[in-house]
Structure formats: structure tokens, C-alpha cells
């Protein structure tokens, strides 16, 4: 009788441990079917750009303004673009996810370097890949955490801070030189210093731009805000004027006289 | 130093001088020295002689070359942490080509 008792308690000692890597397996998919939906998007580091410069910080920490810009790709994966404006460079990766051993597992592919594969956790809504460490991951270049807020990846001392753009649908009205106005439509812009510029061939009305920022200001009482500003004329650095809302708010719009713009959130419309 | 010297080759083809510069020269210089490297040669305006394909990597870009101890530095700098920091600081400002290698055993020494 002793040999089915210690079968029947080894079974019973590794029943638990079928079940929770089981168990596992099964919530590494219900995450994975999630941030597979959370991932496609716009996202930017204009924020984390705009205040390092504010802030004084040192020059050799200044890390380069990038827009990211997350598109789903056969067999559900992404294709992950990354563009510097300032220079209009770009790279792009090609982002494959699956399930093994309990846990989400990525492949980051890039022309002409090593693979990086990374382990995902998940706490909390945020989504926590670290390199696997192996030869293939030397290419990483550190971790990286995404959220519904957006992504945050690189080295931990100094790493690039991307916030997900929400997309506005915009029109701008410039007053012509006969004090009637032009009307521009369907002009899309995102939050995360988005910009466009209307202009006038015939030179019946000035040069004018709009830029949308959601200000998350890490210092001081100033509250966070949608900020939507006016430009005028060459002088792309400096807008004329701004208006601004609070930083969830899905339509700002500014009537300055020489200029009329009104910014929609695209969901809403 | 040993026999086996390594040495760093990278062409870059930069798109905002003042930005790589300012940013990422200024904090990988320090860690070259870290790791156990030197300079032997950083500056723009390579002349191409000869490439049946270079891309940007051609006439006009620039070059470091970084001299190493062996191979295993020169990996344990390119693997690093300090240096995965300091390489974000060039994303999008300049495209780079790096090549690694030993100094072969026949190489002559200098008199």
C-alpha cells in the first residue's frame, strides 16, 4: 500500500504546480490580448524635452526629442517607428509577442543588429519589459514599461519618457488683407507638440500656425493644461499668443482677431 | 598591453553636429577612459577613396577610432550600462556604422 500513497501524494504535491503554471499562462494571455490593443499609437517626448532645457539640466543628459509611432503589423505584431524631427531621421522595429513560460515574452527586431528579446511583467496596468540575458539581448539598450499614459524605455538613470498623443481635428481661419476670413478644415494635429501651418500662395493673408502641448509641469502651482498656441508669420519658435483648458479637455478653440482656430478631440467627433 | 589590441572603428554620418557633440560626445569620451579605451582619431570630413556601396557612410563623414586593451573591454564598454545611457543620446541625431577589430599578431610595431 505505500507505493499508490506516495503516488497518490506526489500527484497531490504537483497538482498545485500544474495549476499555477497553468494559471499562469492564462493570465500572461488575457495580458497580452490587452497590451496588444494598447499598444498602437503616437507617442512623444516633447514634454520630457521642453523641461529639461527649462530646468537647466546638463547638456550631456539632453536626450533628443523623438516621436514614436506604434502601427500593428501581420500576426500580431507592430511595427515601431522611431523619428527624430529636428533631424528626419528615422528606424524602425519590428515588435512580435508571445507567451511562454507564464509570462509575455517580446522579439525587437532591427536591420543589421542582434535581436532583443525581453520578459514582460505586469503590475498594475503597467507592463514592465527587461532584456532576457543572453547573446541576442546585448542590443537592448534597457528596459521598457508601457502604459495606457505611455511608454518609458532605456537606461533607468535617464530614460526616455514618450506620452501617448491624443489626436485633434483642427481648423484655423486667417483674416485676409480684405478683413474676411480664409477656412481651412480637417487640418489633424496630436497633443504632444503637434503643429501645423496654413499659409496663402497669393499672400492674401499671413503665414499661420497652431501647436498643441498637454503641459504636465513638474515644478511649481501651475496646474496642468491643454495648451493650444498661435503662430505667426517665420518665427516658428515663439507663438504669438495661447489659450489653454484643463489637460483631459476634448475641444479648445482662440479667436485673436487676426486668427481663428478650433481643435477637436478626433474621438469625439 | 597585451598583444592582442582591439580597435573601435565607427563611421558616423551625423545630422546635428551641436547635439552629438554637446550630448553624446561629451558622455562617452569619459567613459572610453573608463573602460580602458583611448581616442586615436575623432573628426569629420572623411575623404572615400574606394566603396562600391557606402550609403551615407561614404565621402564626408565622420570617423572615431578607439584603441582597447582586448576585446572583452572594448565589449564590456559597448555592453554597459553607462554606455546604453550615453548611446540614447544619439537617436535620430546620427546613424553609425561600428566595426570591431583585433590587431592581428603580423601587425608591426611601431619603431
Redesign the interface.
Known amino acids: 500500500m505505500r507505493t499508490p500513497l506516495l503516488i497518490a501524494a506526489l500527484l497531490a504535491s504537483c497538482a498545485p504546480a500544474a495549476a499555477q503554471d497553468s494559471s499562469a499562462d492564462k493570465i500572461a494571455e488575457r495580458d497580452l490580448r490587452e497590451m496588444r490593443a494598447m499598444l498602437p499609437g503616437t507617442y512623444t517626448n516633447e514634454e520630457q524635452v521642453y523641461f529639461h532645457g527649462e530646468l537647466d539640466r546638463p ?6 526629442r ?1 516621436d514614436l509611432i506604434i502601427a500593428p503589423r501581420d500576426a500580431g505584431g507592430f511595427t515601431a517607428r ?3 524631427p ?6 524602425e522595429a519590428r515588435l512580435s509577442y508571445s507567451v511562454r513560460d507564464g509570462a509575455i515574452v517580446s522579439r525587437e527586431q532591427r536591420d543589421g543588429q542582434p535581436d532583443c528579446i525581453r520578459r514582460f511583467t505586469r503590475v498594475l496596468g503597467q507592463y514592465r519589459g527587461e532584456p532576457v540575458p543572453d547573446a541576442a539581448s ?1 542590443s537592448c ?2 528596459f521598457v514599461s508601457a502604459s495606457p499614459e505611455g511608454f518609458v524605455f ?5 530614460p ?1 519618457v514618450m506620452k501617448r498623443a491624443r489626436e485633434f481635428r483642427c481648423w484655423v481661419s486667417p483674416r485676409k488683407s480684405d478683413n474676411s476670413y480664409g477656412f481651412t478644415n480637417n487640418i489633424t494635429i496630436h497633443d504632444q507638440g503637434g503643429r501645423a501651418w496654413v499659409e496663402s500662395e497669393s499672400g492674401e493673408h499671413d503665414r499661420v500656425g497652431i501647436k498643441m502641448r498637454r503641459v504636465d509641469w513638474p515644478t511649481g502651482r501651475n496646474r496642468d493644461s491643454l495648451v493650444l498656441y498661435a503662430y505667426r508669420g517665420q518665427d516658428e519658435d515663439n507663438a504669438v499668443s495661447y489659450g489653454w483648458t484643463g489637460p483631459d479637455g476634448d475641444r479648445l478653440a482662440l479667436n485673436l482677431r487676426w486668427m481663428q482656430a478650433s481643435c477637436t478631440l478626433a474621438d469625439n467627433e | 598591453m597585451s598583444e592582442m589590441r582591439c580597435y573601435m572603428i565607427v563611421t558616423a554620418d551625423i545630422a546635428d553636429r551641436d547635439a552629438f557633440i554637446s550630448g553624446y560626445g561629451a558622455a562617452t569620451a569619459p567613459l572610453v577612459a573608463k573602460y580602458g579605451g583611448r581616442y586615436l582619431l575623432r573628426g569629420p570630413g572623411a575623404r572615400l577613396l574606394e566603396a562600391p556601396d557606402v550609403g551615407a557612410f561614404g565621402d564626408g563623414a565622420s570617423m572615431v577610432i578607439s584603441e582597447w586593451p582586448d576585446r572583452e573591454a572594448a565589449m564590456r564598454f559597448w555592453n554597459s550600462d553607462d554606455y546604453a545611457k550615453a548611446k540614447a543620446l544619439r537617436a535620430g541625431v546620427a546613424d553609425v556604422q561600428v566595426l570591431l577589430i583585433d590587431a592581428p599578431k603580423f601587425t608591426s610595431e611601431p619603431a
Open positions: 547638456a550631456d543628459t539632453a536626450l533628443p523623438l522611431t523619428v527624430n529636428a533631424t528626419g531621421r528615422e528606424t546585448e539598450g534597457g532605456g537606461s533607468p538613470d535617464n526616455f
